[in-house]
């Protein structure tokens, strides 16, 4: 199985700060992951496929970058609706799929 | 527009089965599988398993012999079973589409509670 590492698990940042989350996997899985964002009591949203194209309708101050293992998201001026949890899935093996633990973003 | 709706809030006692469906409608249902993640409250996203409407499945190791995933193409329903429930097994429970991996259905809480 394919472990998914994310850090921070959390972080506090001011309005229009840049943050960055990463996701290590535990072997190669080449620009297989997404990101997604989730708000309390909602699905998980798609932000971000094959680790760097953005998803329909996503602002543009969200990015993805990395390859192989590393991989990372970066909102560049964090807004106040950015606070949520931000995952990232790997899909290399699919159909099964896994998620990194989770980063809690909040404002300072 | 694609869309997975999926049945309501069970209350479960420690030992019952819950049986989750996930209606799916505007893409061939027949064509992409289905998915299945669980989140335990204040937990992350967790992977269950996946089926198809060839009776296909891959199920997380960690459910193996607990779960069973199958559909229905007459209605497009995917269909999530879990058996010997434990309190542990409280959590929301989302099915996704292959067809296209933006696309949630809105979540089904199980409560195990005796």
């Known amino acids: 199985d394919i472990q998914m590492t994310q850090f921070p698990s959390s972080l506090s940042a001011s309005v229009g700060d840049r943050v960055t989350i990463t996701c290590q996997a535990s072997?190669?899985?080449?620009?297989?992951l997404s990101w997604y964002q989730q708000k309390p009591g909602k699905a998980p949203k798609l932000l971000i496929y094959?680790?760097?194209n953005l998803e329909i309708g996503v602002p543009s101050r969200f990015s993805g970058s990395g390859s192989g293992t590393d991989f990372s998201l970066t909102i560049s001026s964090l807004q106040p609706e950015d606070v949520a949890t931000y995952y990232c899935?790997?899909?290399?093996?699919?159909?099964?799929?896994?998620f990194g633990g989770g980063s809690r973003v909040e404002i300072k | 527009q694609v869309q997975l709706v999926q049945s309501g809030a069970e209350v479960k006692k420690p030992g019952a089965s819950v049986k989750v469906s996930c209606k799916a409608s505007?893409?061939?249902?027949?064509?992409?599988?289905i998915s299945w993640v669980r989140q335990a409250p204040g937990q992350g996203l967790e992977w269950m398993g996946w089926?198809?409407?060839?009776?296909?499945?891959d199920y997380a190791q960690k459910f193996q012999g607990r779960v069973t995933m199958t559909t229905d193409a007459s209605t497009s329903t995917a269909y999530m079973e879990l058996r010997s429930l434990r309190s542990d097994d409280t959590a929301v429970f989302y099915c996704?589409?292959?067809?296209?991996?933006?696309?949630w259905g809105q979540g089904t809480l199980v409560t195990v509670s005796s």
């Open positions: 996704t589409t292959d067809f296209d991996s933006a696309v």
């Open positions: 505007g893409y061939t249902f027949t064509k992409y599988g």
């Open positions: 089926t198809n409407s060839y009776g296909n499945t």
């Open positions: 072997q190669d899985i080449s620009t297989d």
């Open positions: 094959d680790a760097s």
């Open positions: 899935q790997q899909y290399y093996n699919l159909p099964a799929v896994s």
